[in-house]
Nanobody, 118 residues
């Protein structure tokens, strides 16, 4: 499977964006899909994940309550609704899958840039 991210852009602090992550190829049936981000000069970090079958969600503490991850099985797509964006949310956002539930994410997309101005 290969993922394509979209929906990034430039937004003012306090604004919102919705990112999409669409999987190409056969319908995704793996364990979970996650969103990650990488800020300039920093390592890529986990943001949120969703288990494909159950819909259970997990969030990095700083984004919990502001971001919502969801999925549309029929469209093979995972979304990340981001509200109350802050400058520290700036970065390239990627999605990836963990087919077997080992926590080892792969099949990384090219990412989508999110820039939050103060």
């Amino acid at each position: 499977v290969q993922f394509v991210e979209s929906g990034g852009g430039l937004v003012q602090a306090g604004g919102s964006l919705r990112l999409s992550c669409t999987a190409s190829g056969p319908a995704f049936s793996g364990y979970q899909v996650g969103w990650f981000r990488q800020a300039p000069g920093r390592e890529r970090e986990f943001v949120a994940s969703i288990r494909w079958s159950s819909g259970s969600t997990y969030y990095r503490f700083p984004v919990e309550g502001r971001f919502t991850i969801s999925r549309d099985n029929g469209k093979n797509t995972v979304y990340l609704q981001m509200n109350s964006l802050q400058p520290e949310d700036t970065g390239v956002y990627y999605c990836a899958s963990d087919p077997g539930g080992s926590g080892d994410f792969g099949s990384w997309g090219l990412g989508t840039q999110v820039t939050v101005s103060s």
